[in-house]
């Protein structure tokens, strides 16, 4: 306990101590990437929280109260790059099925505090322009949090589309397949549409992201390098960025890194 302590309190003071050079830091990326070209859709998987509070000898739960504070921050900076569509991991489908009761209860009361907030302060959402969408298998998710994301998408449905938030809530890749697939085969059987209408295209609509871009960039926090199940079909193409830090951790200049990467990336798109 004594040696978490201690590397928690070295790591905050060593953040004070290069406050001043982070400051012309953040100014030396901004002058970087100002110009460059931005990402119409970056996705977001916030890991690292539990690593986060153990780090600190805290409750996991604590830090995904963190990590939620951290969302919020970093949601204003993607906004105020212009970036149009956002996409975060918020829950996947195995943490709402093998955590344990006590985790997802913690973590099914925060998502149902934060949608709260939403509505509490959708004056904020209106003027930014954010039209919000909750994906992911209903059956796994509480009754009343699928009521107040109903009427989340239904209260921003009619704000002029500069931004869109997709919230990510007991989700999976897989699964998300699995329920086109099903789709697009009843629709076959009632002659809505034929097999050989089939394509990328079509099969895309049935996914659960209908409507907005693939993602361009896809940024993993924590220092894991892999999807682990996130956006499987739509990924196919994205520029993925791994970063050591935790999320409860993650600054601008983490987000600005990642879209410096980005922009001296060429993209092939296959080709």
Known sequence: MLKKQLKASAMKLSR?????????????????????????????IPDGNRRWARLRDLPPWLGHEFGYKRLKEVLDWIWDLGIEVVTIYAMSSENCTRRSLEERKRLFDLMRR????????????????????????????????IELSRKIEKLTSTYPRKHVLNIALCYGGRQEIVDAVRRIALDVSLNRISVN????????????????????LIIRTSGEERISNFLLWQSAYSELYFCEVYWPDFRRIDLWRAIRSYQKRERRFGR
């Open 16 to 44: 004070i101590m290069l406050k001043p050079v982070y400051k012309v830091y953040e100014k030396w990326l901004w002058i970087q990437i100002k110009n460059g070209r931005m990402p119409r859709h970056v996705a977001i």
């Open 114 to 145: 934060a949608l709260n907030e939403v509505i509490e302060n959708i004056d904020y959402f209106r003027e930014r322009g954010v039209k919000i969408h909750v994906l992911g298998r209903e059956e796994l998710i509480p009754r009343d949090l």
């Open 197 to 216: 209408d089939i394509d990328e295209n079509l099969f895309s609509k049935y996914l659960y992201t209908n409507g907005v871009p693939d993602p361009d």
